[in-house]
């Protein structure tokens, strides 16, 4: 249980910085209007609400400090 709970901290250490420094980032697409041929539509770029990250880094924390405290 010692090693996968490293790997998986050091994961989630990762993805929750990259989270909080706002790496990542998604598109959505919704349909304003459509009349006849012609249609309009809205791009939006959202990002993952940055509070997400902190959580992961703080769950990465723990999970390493778990794994590196347990024995073999």
């Known amino acids: 249980m010692r ?4 790997i998986i901290g050091a994961i ?6 990259l989270i909080t420094a706002g790496v ?17 539509s809205k791009t939006d770029t959202k990002t993952p609400p940055i509070n997400l990250g902190w959580v992961l880094i ?5 999970a390493v400090v778990v794994g ?3 024995k073999k």
Request: no cysteine; aromatic share 6%; proline share 6%.
């Open 24 to 40: 990542f980032k998604f598109q959505s697409t919704e349909k304003v209007a459509d009349i006849g041929p012609i249609e309009i």
């Open 12 to 17: 989630l250490l990762i993805i929750g910085g």
């Open 58 to 62: 703080g769950l990465g924390a723990v």
């Open 68 to 70: 590196v405290a347990s």
């Open 3 to 6: 090693m996968p709970a490293i």
